[in-house]
């Protein structure tokens, strides 16, 4: 059964910094693609950042390039983003998930249809 669990949400001023944490149970994350995504009222829920794990690769929407970074502890299989310089439309509902059937090694994917398991989101606030 596998399992996310999201932390370190919360309200930050423009300029600031996030660094959200995923748990991850039932499921090696080296043998997964693993993915941040966001959500605001009305909106598609869309891909922020993603990785390969087992590989080391990694992809990211473009707004966020060269802000916000994905990284990953195997021994804690635990994924996290590092969201940096936030500006007020980063706000959103943030989800971790992971693609159990992923084959996007080189380029992983960041569309919500190729995750299959995901957490209940942690929330990010900018203003």
């Known amino acids: 059964h596998v399992q996310l669990v999201e932390s370190g949400g919360g309200s930050v001023q423009p300029g600031g910094s996030v660094k959200l944490a995923c748990e991850v149970t039932?499921?090696?994350?080296?043998?997964?693609?693993m993915g941040w995504f966001r959500q605001t009222p009305g909106k598609e829920r869309e891909g922020v950042a993603s990785s390969w794990v087992g590989g080391d690769t990694t992809n990211y929407a473009d707004s966020v390039k060269g802000r916000f970074v994905i990284s990953h502890d195997s021994a804690k299989n635990a994924l996290y983003l590092d969201a940096n310089n936030l500006k007020p439309e980063d706000s959103g509902m943030y989800y971790c998930a992971a693609d159990l059937y992923c084959s996007d090694y080189e380029v992983p994917s960041l569309r919500r249809t190729d995750f299959n398991r995901w957490g209940q989101g942690t929330q990010v606030t900018v203003s």
């Open positions: 039932g499921v090696d994350i080296r043998s997964t693609c």
